[in-house]
């Protein structure tokens, strides 16, 4: 080899070398985040932390449960408000979104998926907080509920856009209506993929935090009430790991493990869901 | 928080047909499923009304500020709720000073991830790295936020920030003292915070790139590096571009990891050490103090300006995207 070739081999094995050692930084990050949260956070988890509400501040002890019961009751209300919306434009897109309305709708729900989270919680406060002048829950899940809607309509269509035409016809040709054949066979063939979608989407806002700032608001006391204000894990993250006691500390880091594992738990099934159904086609 | 599916986008498919609907061939329609068609296009519907009703809501509270004190809210640099003078400048840099960091960090990571998982990598390797990256975008910000504190501001006290002094000390972006809670703290966390967004579209971007690009390289004698720098990065440049673009407009509406670490200090300072404010930690932290009307108003003006800029942000880098993998969402399902 000349000695040109060799340089320019060595050019291209010092970029491959570089390639990877940025790839082993990113890498290296998570690593490092997840590692310091299992760390902290396992040490501070005993049995008190899942059934006890917060403690006055600066007493130790306590826990989040009040946080915990919450998180699920904001998060299954934005579910049940944003589902049915995500899904039923997700089908539209997928089944009539061939037109202008169709390309300008996609294109919408994209910009979307990028807007700031805190400026729905700005919404969600104008139209709920203000007129009842209350935080409430019910504010807050209208708020994650908004940012599910683009992210699951987007993943609706992919899913059902996956639906081979063929069954479609077939379905067509035995003489089911459009709209039976779209909701009993095509929706049906999806459903493992629609689920997976919208179990992303709720991981995904349940680890919101700032547009529940001023919408569920946070509450230091065990409260069931949707028109109250109420404690999410991640409120709690913020409002401890931003105080000034250690114990306080030690409890967020306890919060953040279970938020990271009750989010890694979603997506992961989630995951496996589809690798179950798709894997082979991919 | 997102969980990107490097999976879940299928791809790149054949065109569509050009038939108004994929239905028109198959079937006439009668009323009931007019009416299916109908009601599922109301729900649809539902996106362009959210993203009018949000600008509107936006526009309609930010009136009284926008009237007070004009387009010069944008440049004045005075933040005073006693004497209701409001700008927003120091946000507006921080905001931008901080996503420039960020993408100056996230930029070569995620790009060296995905040119590792569509050219170099071993098949076999290529779906954990995935895989992994992916996990960062499923961590909460908020917990990014805990983590910065806790963490990394400790580890850039004792090790980083003494480094960079000692070598770049002379330069105006290092100078004054380092207490903590700073533009650095916020652009490194934001910059972790967005790999995986870039790295996952940049990915699919370079998916899209024919095959025959590569191979027409590799068979003209170019070593693998020389056919990524001279086929492939050119054919995805405007995805690529899109795929940063869309990175900065993560950044830019980044809220709880920012507020967290960032020093939330309405400064304008070219010191990376110092702190320093973003717009949507000033709303985060601001808005449920905000005792006057006109203080109210002025913050959702910020909320104005935040939403425009991110939305047009976004449009741009969509359409940047679109241009390369024509048709299919590359990307979408991750954002």
Known sequence: MSARAVRRQLVSRAMTALVVVLSLIAVLALVLILGDLMVKGASSIDWAFF????????????GVANAIVGTAIIVGLAALIGVPIGVGAGMYLAEYGTGRLGFAVRFIADVLNGTPSIVVGIVAWTFIVKPTHRFSALAGSVALAILMI???????????????NSLREAALALGYARWRTSLKVVARTALGGIVTGCLIGIARVAGETAPLLFTALGNLNFSLSVTQPMQTLSLQIYVYATGPFDDWHRLAWASALVL????????LTARWVTRQRYGRIR | MTVVQWGAVPAPRAEQPKVPSRWQALRGADRSDRIYKFALTLLALALPVLIIVMLGVLLVNALPALRRFGPSFLWTSTWDPVAEIYGA???????LAASFLALLIA?????????????????????????????????????????????????LRGYVVPALKAVFGWTPFLQGVFYGNSLLAGGIILAIMIVPYIAAVSREVLLAVPASQREA???????????????????????????????????????????????NRHDIGISVLQPAYTMAAAIANEFSEATTSLYLSALFEVGLVL??????????????????????PAGSSAL
């Not at chain 1, 059934?51 to 306590?62: C, D, H, R, Y």
């Not at chain 2, 400048?89 to 905001?95: D, E, H, K, Q, R």
């Not at chain 2, 790009?111 to 961590?139: D, H, K, M």
């Not at chain 2, 995805?236 to 407009?249: E, H, P």
Request: without cysteine.
């Open chain 2, 307 to 328: 939403f425009v800029l991110t939305v047009a942000v976004n449009a741009i880098a969509r359409i940047l995207i679109w241009r390369v993998a024509r048709g299919t």
């Open chain 1, 150 to 164: 683009p992210m699951l309509a987007r993943t609706t269509e992919e899913m059902v856009r996956l639906v081979p």
């Open chain 2, 107 to 155: 930029v070569p990571l995620a790009l060296g991830v995905a040119i590792l998982l569509t050219e170099f990598a071993p098949r076999s390797v290529r779906q954990p790295i995935a895989f992994l990256v992916e996990l960062l975008a499923a961590i909460p910000s908020v917990v990014y936020g805990l983590w910065g504190i806790f963490v990394l501001i400790p580890f």
């Open chain 2, 89 to 95: 400048a120091p946000m507006i840099f921080g905001t």
């Open chain 2, 217 to 263: 390289a590799l068979a003209m004698g170019a070593t693998r590096w020389e056919a990524v720098r001279s086929a492939v990065l050119p054919y995805g440049r405007a995805g690529l571009i899109g795929a940063v673009i869309l990175g900065l407009g993560r950044a830019l509406g980044e809220t709880m990891a920012v507020t967290m670490v960032i020093g």
């Open chain 1, 51 to 62: 059934t006890k509400s917060p403690v006055p501040a600066g007493q130790s002890g306590g």
């Open chain 1, 260 to 267: 990271m594992g009750l989010v890694l738990v979603i997506s």
